[in-house]
């Protein structure tokens, strides 16, 4: 119990941080940046729904370390969540992305197979990237940590292949190539599996109805 208790003291001081608070604060601008949108409003936001996710014991297990990097991917998720919806409310065209993303605000409506609220998503996001420090053990000559690195910089395929002197068409094909291991490592593909076979039966039954009206 004392040492749940330290542990949660420590994950605490971890929110008040000037490094996680500076973190946020760049999130924050970051995807709100264009969209009329307060980033104090997105950044309070993260804020109180990371505090209340670990008060809730939504972070089950863990160090410091591997707290931050949660509550880091909670508050990304939270402020995608509150810039879709204060967007949808001011009506802005569902195709527009996210500013900062190449995600529009239709691909982050949930529907029935996309429940995940942001600590589970967040939940994922972790998960991920402890696959990809796994994957790049595995194959250290692939580079998949520095790819993935260059990317959440927001550096283009170009500046990426600079770096690691392959071509702009390996640094496409391996970014491919790291997006299959995660999901294979992570089980996504049996969800993807559903979902296909969920949009085929939706469509089959579309077309079915569309022929009966015809006659």
């Known amino acids: 119990m004392l040492l749940e208790q330290k542990l949660l003291s420590s994950y605490q001081g971890i929110l008040v941080s000037v490094d996680y608070q500076q973190r946020l604060e760049k999130i924050a601008r970051k995807y709100t ?5 307060s980033w104090e409003d997105a950044f309070q936001t993260a804020y109180l729904k990371v505090f209340s996710a670990l008060q ?17 991917a909670v508050a990304r998720c939270v402020i995608i969540d ?13 195709d527009d992305n996210i500013p900062g ?8 409506i949930p529907d029935e197979f996309s429940t995940l609220d942001a600590t589970e998503r967040a939940d994922l996001i972790v998960k991920a990237l402890e696959s990809i420090y796994q994957l790049d053990k595995c194959y250290p000559h692939r580079n998949y940590l520095k790819l993935w690195q260059g990317k959440v910089d927001g550096k283009t395929q170009n500046q ?23 999901t294979e490592l992570l089980g996504l593909l049996e969800i993807k599996d559903v979902k296909d076979k969920q949009l085929e039966a939706r ?13």
């Not at 809730?56 to 880091?72: I, L, N, P, S, T």
């Open 160 to 182: 990426i292949a600079a770096e690691l002197r392959i071509s702009q068409g390996e640094v496409s094909k391996r970014w491919q190539e790291l997006l299959g291991r995660i």
């Open 82 to 94: 509150f810039i879709r919806k204060e967007s949808l409310r001011k009506s802005q065209s569902l």
């Open 203 to 215: 469509q089959q039954k579309t077309a079915y109805k569309r022929s009966t009206k015809q006659w």
């Open 56 to 72: 809730a014991g939504k972070f089950r297990e863990g160090d410091v370390e591997q707290f931050y990097y949660w509550a880091v």
């Open 33 to 37: 940046r264009g969209t009329g949108l």
């Open 101 to 108: 993303t190449d995600m529009s605000l239709l691909d982050t």
